[in-house]
T-cell receptor, first 114, second 116 residues
């Protein structure tokens, strides 16, 4: 399964865009990129996922490079409530024994300050 | 809105007690999972199920056991709790429909277990 690398922490000013990078250079052709976040003492919350095209929903945008070796999660107007740990995860190969089992790493601690 | 529920939210119990952590989902999801997370640390998968009567061990060895008798219910049991079991236990579910390769996980808010 492809592993991901994320910076351990980032800061962002309230109202500004938060751009969270993720490196997944060993990703294979049918593996998806998922983003989750975990606010203190709560369960992780799904944000967005994509395969190779850029994706946008009400929470965020996901930009995946053409070679799929890295991606960026964009929170367009960060608020204090966006302070959380953000996890970038690559799904295991479909049909393999690891199918459906997402592996969470250390993630990026995003702190949004006033 | 359909959701995934875990009870209790907090549990403090003495060593040697048997405990069951409850997890239920109302979304009709086939796949369910248990993750364990120590404070400030990574989530580790300890059990998963792909449907009724299906249970598998996860990546992290655990002394707990699980059962899946009904689609919506996936309880986790510790026969004899020990202080080393102190942790947060998170339950999740995901769909097994047409888009099976990209169904996101839906998590409950977890049970924070303390064994004294």
């Amino acid at each position: 399964d492809a592993k991901t690398t994320q910076p351990p922490s980032m800061d962002c000013a309230e109202g500004r865009a938060a751009n969270l990078p993720c490196n997944h250079s060993t990703i294979s052709g049918n593996e998806y990129v998922y983003w989750y976040r975990q606010i203190h003492s709560q369960g992780p919350q799904y944000i967005i996922h994509g395969l190779k095209n850029n994706e946008t929903n009400e929470m965020a945008s996901l930009i995946i490079t053409e070679d799929r070796k890295s991606s960026t999660l964009i929170l367009p107007h960060a608020t204090l409530r966006d302070t959380a740990v953000y996890y970038c995860i690559v799904s295991p190969n479909a049909g393999g024994t690891s199918y459906g089992k997402l592996t969470f790493g250390q993630g990026t601690i995003l702190t949004v300050h006033p | 809105e359909a959701d995934i529920y875990q009870t209790p939210r907090y549990l403090v119990i003495g060593t040697g007690k048997k405990i069951t952590l409850e997890c239920s989902q109302t979304m009709g999801h086939d796949k369910m999972y248990w993750y364990q997370q120590d404070p400030g640390m990574e989530l580790h998968l300890i059990h998963y199920s792909y449907g009724v009567n299906s249970t598998e061990k996860g990546d992290l060895s655990s002394e707990s056991t699980v059962s899946r008798i009904r689609t919506e219910h996936f309880p986790l049991t510790l026969e004899s709790a020990r202080p080393s079991h102190t942790s947060q236990y998170l339950c999740a579910s995901s769909d097994h429909g047409a888009a099976i390769y990209n169904s996101p996980l839906h998590f409950g808010n977890g049970t924070r277990l303390t064994v004294t």
